[in-house]
């Protein structure tokens, strides 16, 4: 047994069932361990979510080579962060902004978006501002992925299948609404529910984060 399988085994329950369902007492059960056993490899629980979070951040390779122009490289990194949360709907719950975790798989992600930024001149301060930026949008959406994850498992339905159930209750409310919220009503009437789904809104929120970069940077919308 090595601290390998223990992390590989607290990933593996954690994004099929949740971090809800991760614990000391579950791994050493999966792995056939006496609960006591696993603290061997792991000193807390808290060490245990730090090395799952470096595990996750360690599966893609981030090119040596951006693409070129920085609105490319920041969008790429950006897509292929949100397949690491949409892989691991728990990471977002993992993560903190103002307290951050030493992982350093996950610092190897920022220091790539500061090499972009750095250089199309930007200085350190700045560069450590926007990386944060684009990756706090990230984990904003992210932090959807586990809820939407544990509403699945406690319904049995996805979120469409659960919405076409309530279709008839949302139509009636919409009516009875009509007066009070106009261009809500309205904008329910022409939209398609996919629209609002987490991956649109994604593409959505990301293309805003970066024209807003653009606007910082006084450059144009491509970079």
């Known amino acids: 047994m090595t601290v390998t399988e223990v992390v590989a085994t607290a990933v593996r329950i954690a994004d099929t069932e949740g971090m809800t369902a991760m614990s000391i ?3 050493a059960s999966e792995l056939g361990l006496p609960t006591m056993a696993v603290y061997r490899f ?6 245990l979510v730090t090395l799952m979070t470096d595990r996750v951040f360690g ?3 981030l090119p040596r080579r951006p693409p070129a122009g920085w609105r490319a490289a920041l969008e790429h990194a ?6 690491l949360h949409r892989r691991h709907p728990w990471l977002a719950g993992t993560m903190s902004f103002t307290r951050p975790v030493l992982a350093p798989e996950g610092m190897r992600w920022t220091e790539w978006l500061m090499a972009v930024l750095d250089d199309e001149g930007v200085g350190p301060t700045e560069q450590l501002q926007l990386a944060m930026t684009v990756a706090g949008f990230v984990h904003g959406m992210g ?13 049995g339905m996805s979120a469409a299948e659960w919405m076409a159930q309530r279709e008839a209750a949302f139509a009636a409310a919409a009516g009875r609404a009509g007066e009070r919220f106009p261009r809500l009503t309205r904008a329910a009437d022409v939209t398609d ?9 994604f593409e959505i929120g990301l293309g805003i984060v970066l024209d807003g ?3 910082r940077l ?4 491509g970079g």
């Open 213 to 215: 970069i653009a606007v």
């Open 143 to 155: 932090a959807k992925l586990e809820t939407e994850l544990e509403d699945e498992q406690h319904t």
């Open 78 to 83: 950006a897509r292929l962060q949100w397949g």
């Open 193 to 201: 529910d996919s629209e609002f789904d987490l991956d649109a809104l």
């Open 25 to 27: 007492r579950r791994i």
């Open 59 to 61: 599966e893609t390779t």
């Open 42 to 47: 792991v000193p807390s629980k808290d060490r």
């Open 218 to 221: 006084g450059r144009g919308a």
